[in-house]
């Protein structure tokens, strides 16, 4: 995988808890607050929280620091800043709502869950 550690490991962190469609958005050029948004969803507020929980240890494991966390109590749209890295951890409503990968459709997407099942 040509991806950074830490983009490797909070895609499995998220795929561990069983989030769905997992893409990974490459943001270097596009955006100046982060090199790349990892976007999935959960189909419950209690599974929202756990692939959150599970994407801030697996950071924290290896040496980061959560900038930002937002929306985890209400579980719709948790925002993980993890600086090079932002995770957005939908409830399943919201994401089809917000659809961030049409927003950012400039953004080359980089194939996670291919890698995930290899």
């Not at 490459?26 to 929280?49: A, E, P, R, W």
Request: hydrophobic share 40%; glycine share 6%; aromatic share 8%.
């Amino acid at each position: 995988m040509g991806q950074p550690e830490i983009l490797q490991r909070v895609a499995k962190a998220a795929d561990d808890k069983r989030a769905e469609h997992i893409v990974v958005l490459n943001m270097q050029g596009i955006s100046l607050i982060t090199d790349y948004f990892m976007i999935c969803h959960g189909n419950s507020d209690k599974q929202v929280q756990a692939i959150a929980r599970e994407v801030k240890d697996q950071a924290e494991e290896l040496g980061y620091t959560i900038k930002r966390m937002e929306g985890f109590d209400e579980a719709r749209w948790v925002l993980i800043d993890i600086g090079d890295v932002v995770v957005h951890v939908f409830h399943r409503d919201e994401r089809v709502y917000y659809n961030l990968e049409r927003l950012w459709g400039d953004a080359p997407q980089i194939d996670v869950e291919s890698e995930l099942l290899a």
